[in-house]
């Protein structure tokens, strides 16, 4: 566990620490047993990625946000931490998490959740507008649902075989292909792919998307994606071409919104 940190460092190796930006996750369901756990998984973090903070750190799962967050406080008045983000936590326990860190003078800076056409359940929960009205950035993960709305998978060309994702999403790819094909004519206007167009649905509606590049092309149609205007008219036929779809991506490890 956390070689992704330690490869991480490496590649920095020789960058100043003002020159690029780190965030890393604490996980309550895999916290240790010492006398302050959250401590503990930053410090190992720290010691992967060879510094003596990061600017951004997660709470990954609400596992008892009444329990946790405290843990938090003195360790973003020690300055280990910048800022606090929380992943995967619904309405009430982001503002559960938002108000312990209220009374110390602090606040959650950032959601991360599950974000896509095929999966809008923090936009019908209310998170978006919260996140709009408090001045919270929302990260959006699994845009792309893992390759499913790339256009690069259909029934004739499934997610490779044995792998979880194709346990996930091979089943379903016939009832996207509308919503995929209508991506790829939308892009074709625009010189991008249909994992363009759904990052930059994912754009419009004011999320920060985290997409998981495998290939650097992949970087280069993100920057592409942050171009691409999408017109109102665009994002309701994709939403409705999703929602025709009528299908369930919430990931295992999610609760309902
Ligand atoms: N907080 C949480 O609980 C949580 C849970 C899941 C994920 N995440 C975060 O979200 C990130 C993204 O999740 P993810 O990687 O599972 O799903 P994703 O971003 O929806 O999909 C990634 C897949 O899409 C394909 N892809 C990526 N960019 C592409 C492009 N420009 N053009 C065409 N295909 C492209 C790649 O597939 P191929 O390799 O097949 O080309 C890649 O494996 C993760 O790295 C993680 O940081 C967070």
């Known amino acids: 566990m956390g070689r992704s940190e330690t490869v991480l460092a490496r590649a920095l190796a020789g960058l100043d620490r003002g020159e690029y930006r ?8 895999i916290a240790g047993d010492g006398d302050d756990p959250v401590a503990d998984m930053l410090a190992q ?14 709470i990954h799962n609400p596992a008892d946000v009444a329990r946790w967050t405290p843990s938090l406080i003195p360790l973003l008045r020690k300055g280990r931490i910048r800022h606090v983000g929380v992943s995967n936590h619904n309405m009430e326990q982001i503002v559960l998490a938002d108000r312990i860190l209220g009374e110390a003078g602090f606040r959650v800076e950032a959601v991360q959740n599950h974000f896509s056409l095929l999966y809008r359940n923090s936009e019908r929960a ?6 709009r009205e408090h ?15 790339t256009g690069r998978y259909g029934p004739a060309n499934p997610l490779p075989e044995g ?10 790819l016939p009832r996207l292909q509308a919503l995929t094909d209508r991506m790829r004519a ?3 206007n625009r010189g991008a792919s249909a994992a363009g167009v759904a990052t930059a649905w994912a754009i419009a509606k004011g999320t920060t998307p985290i997409i998981g590049v495998t290939k650097a092309d992949h970087v ?3 920057v592409r994606a942050r171009g691409i205007d999408l017109t109102d008219e665009e994002i309701a036929e994709l939403e409705a071409l999703a929602d025709a779809a009528n299908v369930d991506t919430r990931g295992w490890w999610e609760q309902e919104m």
């Open 22 to 29: 780190l965030s890393t996750k604490f996980t309550p369901q």
């Open 45 to 58: 973090s720290l010691d992967r990625l060879n510094t003596d903070y990061v600017d951004l750190f997660w």
């Open 126 to 131: 209310g998170i978006l507008e919260y996140c």
């Open 135 to 149: 001045d919270v950035r929302f990260f959006s993960y699994m845009v792309l649902e893992q390759g499913a709305l």
């Open 163 to 172: 792998s979880d994702r194709a346990a996930v999403y091979n089943g379903i």
């Open 186 to 188: 939308i892009g074709e």
């Open 220 to 222: 280069d149609g993100l």
